[in-house]
């Protein structure tokens, strides 16, 4: 879900990477320089993660001259931590958002999310990306009696909405996935799993072939917004002077905006050693439960389990990655009571930091505080595929045109804590 970790552990004999698995297992891609001189765009892009290069793909099939910008590496901030399970599952469930924004905005969210997986497809497809994307099921189970009473209401609102589901009591999931101490579940004929790292890598790197500029190790000294440009001056020195500036930093933009509209939280995963034999019965499913906070899990295309949960509090980056051996061990016991007769051993472990919204929406749109701006912003589990939705809403947006989105992901203070 977010944030490179770079601490060592040294109390493992056996060796283990404490750096995002994905970071690891593809290695430096591409490199692109820092900023060496001033320059004008239509638009500057800030943050080169997936959003980035999803809004930067959106803004060059448009016609713009856009400049796309990262202050680290290339997909080195949360994409590289993401699990890249795409659900359109967002984690409000549905009956509980429409009580919160009417059935109307709950069921276009959900709707958009589901649309933005076949579209990631799509893109995939023709850029030739090789980053392993497959269209899967996913399970999202009870853990508890309680908690199975309003899945269950959850599972009627989707269906009566036309969403491709059906019910799995508890000995139906034993038997297909061999999940243990479980409860019934929603089986959703509609999710995903990539490498959004190497992903964004190859969309930033077809991009450029079509005119996008790309200078990652450029940082922002300072942003000024004149009446019709923003003047960016980079910690170098040098100058960007753009149309319009479109923010896809993601929880790094709590520090720019001073409303309470995102609780940041750490969220933690591990990877096991990669097996000879397939899990047929895992492979074709993402899974997550009802838990507080909520488990997930998937495998990986080398035959790789990965898990996932353990929310907490973010309160800074020593502190979160100071629980990294806890979170692990505690994940581990996890997935033995659910698959005890899976045989896991820990290859990687991190930890990240995300941002959660009041109502598990993503923030898309302007800000009165910052102007020739848009912030895409795709907070919660459903980052990649809001920020999928997000490309349409940008292009609207650069047209001074509306969005059926528009009313749902906008800054309100309805929507701050």
Do not use: T, V
């Given at each position: 879900m977010t944030g490179p970790i770079v601490k060592k552990n040294r109390k493992f004999l056996k060796l283990k990477s404490n750096e995002p698995f994905w970071l690891v297992k593809n290695g430096l891609l591409h490199t692109y320089p820092s900023l060496n001189r001033h320059i004008v765009a239509d638009i500057l892009i800030v943050g080169a993660g997936i959003t980035g290069s999803l809004i930067a793909h959106a803004c060059i099939g448009e016609g713009y001259d856009t400049v796309l910008i990262d202050r680290r590496e290339v997909a080195n901030g949360s994409t590289s931590a993401t699990t890249s399970m795409l659900q359109y599952e967002i984690d409000i469930p549905l009956f509980k958002l429409e009580r919160q924004i009417g059935t109307q905005g709950a069921l276009i969210s959900y709707r958009a999310c589901f649309e933005a997986i076949d579209q990631l497809q799509a893109i995939a497809k023709r850029i030739r990306s090789s980053c392993g994307f497959r269209k899967k099921d996913s399970l999202y189970f009870a853990n508890s009696v309680r908690n199975e009473q309003w899945l269950k209401k959850e599972y009627e609102a989707r269906k009566y909405s036309r969403l491709p589901v059906e019910w799995l009591t508890a000995a139906e999931i034993r038997a297909r996935y061999d999940l243990q101490k479980t409860r019934g579940g929603i089986l959703s004929h509609q999710a995903a799993s990539m490498d959004a790292f190497r992903f964004t890598h190859d969309l930033i790197h077809y991009n450029i072939q079509h005119g996008l500029r790309v200078y990652d190790k450029t940082g922002i000294r300072k942003i000024s917004y004149r009446p019709r440009s923003v003047i960016v001056t980079t910690d170098y020195g040098y100058t960007i002077?753009?149309?319009?500036?479109?923010?896809?930093?993601?929880?790094?933009?709590?520090?720019?905006?001073?409303?309470p509209f995102v609780k940041l939280l750490s969220t933690f995963a591990i990877v096991g050693e990669a097996q000879t034999e397939k899990r047929a019965q895992l492979d074709h499913t993402l899974f997550w439960n009802t838990a507080s906070p909520y488990l997930y899990m998937r495998t990986t295309d080398d035959n790789r389990l990965l898990i996932g949960g353990g929310d907490s509090d973010f309160l800074d980056t020593a502190k979160r990655d100071a629980m990294l051996d806890t979170k692990q061990r505690q994940l581990e016991q996890q997935l033995r009571r659910l698959l005890p007769r899976q045989e896991f051993r820990t290859d990687f472990v991190w930890a990240g930091t995300f941002g959660e919204t009041k109502d598990g929406l993503?923030?898309?749109?302007k800000h009165p505080g910052f102007p020739h701006s848009i912030f895409v912003l795709g907070f919660g589990g459903n980052g990649i595929t809001f920020s999928v939705a997000g490309m349409d809403m940008v292009r609207t947006l650069l047209h001074n045109q509306k969005h059926p989105l528009d009313k749902y992901f906008m800054f309100d203070k309805k929507r701050y804590y």
């Open positions: 002077k753009a149309k319009k500036i479109i923010y896809c930093s993601g929880f790094e933009s709590a520090a720019m905006i001073k409303e993503p923030y898309i749109g």
